[in-house]
């Protein structure tokens, strides 16, 4: 429930202190919707030419061929928008290639829920999308608020991105996987975020100090791994504090995960727990 001393939620927004309705979610269908959707894209990421991360074109298609394609409205402006496309195995999961909003809180959260309802409209179990592990307002976002589970580490993924965002670093990734039946994420639909406990013998596989990354210890039961408190401000200020980051994180996390275990929650908008299968 909404009290007055609240952030308006995903469906509301506030003007002179009344809450009001909003956002509207619809897929598109439209070329000059496709072509808004890319303009706006373009405002988030700022690419250089060929680096779009989807045209126009494609919008165009995936949507005729029957995948997801949508926008988020507040007072008739395009604010947000998603793409996916079905993926493999057949009939169980759609791939979310790209989410992108301009303003304010809870449009990508909304856009999130809306793609959730359409895939199991149409009988889908999963959703899966890629982020940069580093990046902590995503991790808190996917983890926490919606209850998705990073399943893989893909190093460089992308290769080079020629992009503000991305520029100069490499493009390692997660593969979140939101699981749409699990009790935990009908929870976060509700607007109930995942809390992780944290038990007393965690080990810290991976710390900061300084800005930098400093080893630990990843031998126990849970795993802390730690990422820095803006990565992108970092690539920007000081460029080797934030490469070492990234291989840091893809030594421990990566590392870790390739072994078998499991991210089971974000703590504290600062560091992913891990949870070991070696260890009884």
Not at 111 to 120: I, Y
Not at 154 to 181: C, H, K, Q
Request: include cysteine; proline fraction near 6%.
């Amino acid at each position: 429930m909404l009290t007055g001393l609240e952030e308006p939620g995903p469906g509301q927004r506030r003007r002179g202190g009344v809450v009001m309705s909003g956002p509207a979610l619809r897929e598109l269908r439209h070329s000059a919707e496709f072509e808004d959707a890319f303009r706006l894209f373009d405002t988030i990421w700022h690419p250089e030419p060929g680096g779009e991360p989807i045209t126009v074109e494609l919008m165009r298609v995936l949507s005729h061929a029957g995948n997801y394609v949508a926008g988020a409205y507040l007072e008739g402006r395009l604010v947000g928008a998603s793409m996916g496309f079905l993926a493999a195995p057949a009939g169980d999961v759609l791939h979310s290639h790209v989410t992108g909003a301009s303003i304010g809180r809870g449009i990508g959260f909304a856009l999130k829920l809306h793609q959730r309802e359409w895939a199991l409209a149409r009988g889908l179990n999963r959703i899966t999308w890629t982020y940069d592990p580093l990046v902590r307002r995503n991790a808190h976002f996917n983890l926490a608020k919606l209850g998705a589970r990073p399943e893989e580490y893909l190093p460089s993924f992308y290769g080079t991105m020629a992009d503000a965002i991305n520029s100069g670093d490499e493009s390692d990734r997660l593969l979140a996987v939101w699981r749409l039946s699990e009790p935990h994420v009908a929870a976060a639909a509700r607007r109930e975020p995942y809390r992780t406990a944290v038990p007393a013998g965690a080990a810290t596989g991976l710390g900061e100090q300084d800005g930098w990354p400093v080893f630990g210890r990843a031998d126990a039961g849970t795993v802390l791994v730690a990422v820095p408190a803006d990565i992108e401000e970092l690539r920007r200020r000081d460029p080797d504090a934030a490469k070492a980051w990234r291989h840091a994180v893809r030594e421990v996390l990566g590392g870790l995960l390739e072994q078998g275990a499991r991210v089971t929650g974000f703590h504290d908008r600062s560091c992913y727990v891990v949870e070991r299968r070696d260890i009884s």
